[in-house]
T-cell receptor, first 116, second 115 residues
Framework: AQSVTQLGSHVSVSEGALVLLRCNYS??????LFWYVQYPNQGLQLLLK??????LVKGINGFEAEFKKSETSFHLTKPSAHMSDAAEYFC??????????????FGTGTLLAVQP | KAGVTQTPRYLIKTRGQQVTLSCSPI?????VSWYQQTPGQGLQFLFE???????NKGNFPGRFSGRQFSNSRSEMNVSTLELGDSALYLC??????????????FGSGTQLSVL
């Protein structure tokens, strides 16, 4: 069975500082991993996804994540935080292991605050 | 191109009532999935449809049901509402059968409040 754990329900950074949001996964098959962002009163928007190609995945808005199999991690980073990055971030793993399903298992989310 | 449209945006019901939520996927998308989002349980998978067939169902009681129409629009129904059903219900669509290599597009959700 697949699962993800997000470490830290709240993270606060200063504008211009490094953003690091942590996600560890558990999967019995090679995982499909995702990061989504949710702004207040909105749905989820895909930031990036890992599907067994390059281990360093670049996404939108300057975010990237590195897949580390040895650490079962898929941490999200951004070199310099912007005020507009304040949102809730969700890590997710595909439940089907690549089969014909879009079922995702989400982490509990990390609320990112950016201080001026 | 219009995104995933969910209606209504907000809904208030009382315990024991039933509710129907609607989701119109992006034009050309044939796969629709539903998620429930609550502060306590987070995001949980409800069900998934492709070409009018339910392919997957999450761990929810039978009061939760759904369907997909030939135009790919989907509805979910919750009968005998309970206070714990208060949540944001999100719909997502993708073009094909999934396999997670495709991009999922989420709607803004329907916020259901059960009083």
């Amino acid at each position: 069975a697949q699962s993800v754990t997000q470490l830290g329900s709240h993270v606060s950074v200063s504008e211009g500082a490094l953003v690091l949001l942590r996600c560890n996964y558990s999967s019995s098959v090679p995982p499909y991993l995702f990061w989504y962002v949710q702004y207040p009163n909105q749905g989820l928007q895909l930031l990036l996804k890992y599907t067994s190609a390059a281990t360093l995945v670049k996404g939108i808005n300057g975010f990237e994540a590195e897949f580390k199999k040895s650490e079962t991690s898929f941490h999200l980073t951004k070199p310099s935080a912007h005020m507009s990055d304040a949102a809730e971030y969700f890590c997710a793993v595909g439940a089907g292991g690549g089969g014909a399903t879009n079922k995702l298992i989400f982490g509990t989310g990390t609320l990112l605050a950016v201080q001026p | 191109k219009a995104g995933v449209t969910q209606t209504p945006r907000y809904l208030i019901k009382t315990r024991g009532q039933q509710v129907t939520l609607s989701c119109s996927p992006i034009s050309g998308h044939r796969s629709v999935s539903w998620y429930q989002q609550t502060p306590g349980q987070g995001l949980q998978f409800l069900f998934e449809y492709f070409s009018e067939t339910q392919r997957n169902k999450g761990n929810f009681p039978g009061r939760f049901s759904g369907r997909q129409f030939s135009n790919s629009r989907s509805e979910m129904n919750v009968s005998t509402l309970e206070l714990g059903d208060s949540a944001l219900y999100l719909c997502a669509s993708s073009r094909g059968e999934g396999a997670l290599s495709e991009k999922l597009f989420f709607g803004s959700g329907t916020q259901l409040s059960v009083l």
